[in-house]
């Protein structure tokens, strides 16, 4: 597939093997721990892979970043969402003044939010937290034309990167959420999921932010309309993104193609950034093994995308917000998961007696 | 059912009735905060439900305790457990110098833990951290003999409740969890929850720490003689705990029961330490209101439990450890839900537009 894309980041990009050696010296040391073996059950394998992804027996966790990437989306038009366009550019606002969900949550587990303005539709003066990178002010109205042209697509992608490494160059990141924030997103990304899990629009489709039974309707019709205007190329995941996408998913996509490079492990949120972390395991395979499954969300197309790249979420909390708030709370969980490794005591430093033969 | 009980702290049991005000008051803040009306799912309905047990519409956590009760088993003669006897006390130690599962996760959300020996066959010299407070160390073998006398039976729950009013008395307690120490428990606990609920000790008898086959058949054998010989009465709590208890269940019922008598939402954890709210919830069925369930274990017998008190555990990771664990892990949820009434912005304070109609 590589031949097929242009920019030179995207050439270039080589995710590493996990490290098997890692992984089984924490295995061992789990079973040495002062619990009989496998009792703390999704724990010890989210600790044994995060091992495995940083190539460290002991995994550090380090520096916890949540980057949320906001966009609009032309397709709002169409009236596939229950709320206003403005919504988008007074959140990026509530995100950098602290007041959102996903703030509350990433300060709850000590994580970090960079917010990314992708090409939300208003201007923003710099500000602390904010990257401001936009593409344009939304994409166009995938329902009369393609979303973005290829080099855009291209552009997101190579953009998510650079932004994941400058970040990662100034401070370090041991962990990566991913967060979405964007009007219609769920939109694009039921477009993007029916096209790379190869379902039907009607079954990955939902209410998104609040649809009621009709405007639900109108949004599965939108969609249907979208594919068979634009037939996105289930083999080539620019041409998709090109079509159908959004800024903010290709960053996200981008994102997670950096962090894999550098064995960080990505904590996937929602809908939206499942419909990226899609994007960016078609453009190279490999980064699913970096790949940590936060929540299901209530969006039926979510399971269905999980499924597809064969990950299991951790939490199941009926939760549709978006902007990493599920990516935060399963934060919390991977950082539980590797103090055991880092913290517990082993048989014989605590002389505990093991089990009976 | 108050009659039957002698005990005069037991016989003035009395738990308050949810805070409907309350809860209804942090209903409509959530509806008002800067995210679509109920799209943080479950964490919303935990942050109402917090409000309506404590009595405040936008509750604060404050102090989160868990407590960790040990005792030995009588029952161990007949072989039930994977582990050796010893490991209880050298688990309590283990605790005492904080490299247990339980320590671990209890200093990642921020809670203290409180270790109680409520009839270890050990002694311990005065420790931090410990609470001591032996019926006696160890019950007798019920497979031969009551656990405990009934007098024992009353005095378990009543310590749990002074031991709960003590520390709440000295720094106050605003959320609680239970854990259990105990080689043995499991086989006390499938007994109790056979009888509670009504179920075959095959459909609810586990592995515990890691039975075989063979093993776990000889378990169930020696439960379904044990009820056999004493026939518990189903409707009369104190009966089942006299005969197939454990002083640490008796204790965290009792911890149970006292915490919901202040408004303190009780975080249960695994199976035994459900076993121990089904005996608090048969002295006071109001107690139910008081207790959130943060995990499923394996142990078969733990959803019954949980489906009988119409209690929906939060996670589903696997686990069997115990110690609280569970618990400790659900604290950090509940913790983030409250936070999402505290901390998040309203659509009006952040200027962002409501949903259309």
């Not at 007041?99 to 939010?113: M, P």
């Not at 932004?163 to 160059?169: A, G, K, N, P, R």
């Amino acid at each position: 597939m590589k031949d097929r894309l242009h920019g030179v980041l995207l050439m270039n990009v080589e995710v590493p093997t996990l490290d098997r050696v890692a992984e089984k010296k924490a295995r061992q040391r789990l079973d040495r721990l002062t619990k009989p073996q496998g009792s703390l059950g999704r724990l010890e394998d989210l600790a044994a892979q995060i091992a495995g992804m940083k190539g460290q027996p002991v995994p550090q966790i380090g520096r916890k970043v949540i980057f949320t990437v906001a966009a609009d989306h032309g397709v709002v038009e169409e009236g596939v969402s229950a709320y206003p366009q403005s919504v988008t550019v007074q959140m990026v606002l509530n995100f950098l003044r602290g007041g959102a969900g996903i703030n509350v949550l990433a300060r709850h587990v000590g994580a970090e939010v960079i917010v990314v303005d992708a090409g939300v539709a208003g201007e923003f003066p710099p500000m602390d937290g904010l990257i401001r990178r936009k593409i344009r002010p939304g994409t166009a109205n995938m329902a009369k034309e393609p979303a973005m042209t290829r080099s855009e697509a291209e552009q997101t992608v190579e953009a998510g990167m650079q932004i994941f490494t400058q970040v990662y160059e100034k401070g370090g990141i041991g962990l990566v959420g991913l967060g979405d924030m964007g009007i219609g997103n769920t939109t694009a990304s039921s477009a993007i999921t029916a096209v790379l899990t190869g379902s039907s629009v009607r079954a990955i489709t939902g209410r998104g932010t609040g649809l009621e039974d009709a405007a639900l309707d109108r949004k599965v019709q939108v969609i249907e309309r979208v594919l068979q205007l634009h037939r996105p190329d289930p083999d080539d995941a620019l041409d998709v993104l090109h079509k159908v996408g959004g800024f903010e998913i290709g960053y996200l996509a981008g994102i997670t193609l950096a962090a894999a490079q550098r064995r960080v492990p990505v904590i996937v949120d929602g809908f939206i950034t499942t419909a990226a972390a899609l994007i960016a395991w078609r453009i190279c395979p490999e980064v699913r093994h970096y790949l940590v499954a936060s929540h299901r969300s209530v969006e039926p197309g979510h399971a269905t995308a999980l499924k597809t790249m064969e990950l299991q979420p951790l939490l199941d909390l009926r939760m549709r917000l978006g902007e990493g708030t599920g990516a935060a709370l399963a934060m919390g969980l991977v950082e539980a998961a590797c103090k055991i490794l880092t913290e517990m005591a082993t048989f014989d430093e605590a002389g505990v007696d093991e089990k009976a033969e």
